[in-house]
């Protein structure tokens, strides 16, 4: 089967060491796509920002607005202004460049909606990849990911996040001759699978149809088989790109739970949480992101070390995480100096 890529970039400047490093991961693998390789990349759309401070100004001229409040929404102008700033497309595409991948890459580019994040460039990403008649697309397979953690508060958390990043890459993309076998029987297969805590509601994330009780592969990255995908009378629906985890949930809208595949290995699963089998009396951590717990990653990679591939995540560890990484592999060398945490 041909294997596609699909992938949302949001290249924040302050933080581009860190979509930078989803790209030296992302190209540990790039060799097992031999499809289409499409990559998103939103930039952010500052029109938004600086309209809505025309506005708080001439509330503030006409005497609409006490001098204070006025002084403290300028410094949140100005502070949100330059946080949500990005690197330029074109810088993007020479780091892709630069890596020397020997692949056709096509990029789209778009302006970046802030409350949607991927939401915003999923639908343009399918569009890319689907053929036309439906039969067309009976032997392709579609990977989805982002790069991930470059929100402010995914910044505190660093570490965790890249060996959580690289565990999905290594789950995802290795034996893809057995991941090809299970996606001829399932529309959709990924890692972590998580469930809602509570019985089925009706949420931002859930389309009004869907009356069954949510799932989805936390992280979101994960596989489709395209001639499922494109079978759903949903995969196009704007209702599920209207709130900025939708495309977290998106599958659970167009497949049934019992569909979906869940490449996680029986072995690692009481090591992540929310699972089916789970409730809150029995197992404390359910519902609770124990992905983000450098603790968790200690007691799962000291006994699981082959569940990452442990290249490119050397480069960000404080003096305790370097110790702790040292206990599982040894054999790491990794520098004296750490990035400055933001």
Known sequence: MKKNLIYHIWPSKHASYQWKWNIDKLSEYIDVFDGKIIIAIAEENLKEFDDAWVVHQKRAEAGRVPEKLHEMVKL?????????????AEEVKDYFSNKKISKNIEFITVK?????HECSTFHKLLNKIEK????????????????KGQRRQRLLE????RLWVSF???????????????????????VTMAFEPIDPVLAP?????????GWFYDGTFFWVNNYRLFSSPYCYNEELMTNWNGLEWYLCNLFK???????TKKEYRPFFYRWLEDSLADNPNAGCGANYDMAHWYDFLEKYPESISWQNVEDW?????????HNIVPELKLPETTVDKV
Request: one cysteine or more.
């Open 132 to 147: 036309k008649p439906l039969e067309e697309n009976k032997d392709e397979i579609t990977f989805y990911a982002h790069a």
């Open 158 to 161: 660093a570490p965790q996040e």
């Open 257 to 263: 739970l019992e569909e979906a595949y869940d490449n």
């Open 205 to 213: 994330h859930k389309g009004s149809w869907n009356k069954e009780k």
């Open 317 to 325: 560890w404080d003096l305790d995480q370097k110790t702790m990484l």
């Open 76 to 88: 949140r102008h100005e502070i949100e202004r330059e946080r949500h700033q990005t690197s330029r």
């Open 168 to 190: 999905m890459y290594e789950q995802n993309l290795r034996n893809l001759d057995s991941i090809e076998e299970k996606l001829l029987d399932h529309p959709c297969l990924g």
């Open 112 to 116: 970046n909606q802030r409350h949607l």
